[in-house]
């Protein structure tokens, strides 16, 4: 069974950035793609970022593309999302998942079996 544990959340004005980490145990998952999801408030669940097994490959949805990054350390364990130059439309709780059947990165979200409890990110202006 895999756990995953998120953390680096917090309070930024905008334009600010923040690096969230997702730690990651439990099992053999250096083979699984990973990915990043934040619910805003009032808003359904969306997939902002993904990565395939190696790190090599990562996806972005439109609305952060440019100003997220995804990458991971396999050696440690880890996952990152560095986020830079904050919107308020960020304000979200972000949830790092994991992929047991794909090992290519994927951007849909049913692909996905194991989640973290997430971190809040607040942006303020």
């Known amino acids: 069974q895999v756990h995953l544990v998120e953390s680096g959340g917090g309070l930024v004005q905008t334009g600010g950035s923040l690096r969230l980490s997702c730690a990651a145990s439990?099992?053999?998952?250096?083979?699984?793609?990973m990915g990043w999801f934040r619910q805003a408030p009032g808003k359904e669940r969306e997939i902002v970022a993904a990565?395939?097994?190696?790190?090599?490959?990562?996806i972005y949805s439109d609305s952060v593309k440019g100003r997220f990054t995804i990458s991971r350390d396999n050696t440690k364990d880890m996952v990152y999302l560095q986020i830079d130059r904050l919107k308020a439309d960020d304000t979200a709780v972000y949830s790092c998942?994991?992929?047991?059947?794909?090992?290519?990165?994927?951007?849909?979200?049913?692909?996905?079996?194991?989640w973290g409890q997430g971190t809040q990110v607040t942006v303020s202006s």
């Open positions: 998942a994991a992929s047991a059947r794909f090992s290519r990165a994927t951007m849909v979200l049913e692909q996905y079996d194991y």
């Open positions: 439990g099992g053999t998952y250096g083979n699984f793609a």
């Open positions: 990565i395939d097994w190696t790190g090599r490959t990562t």
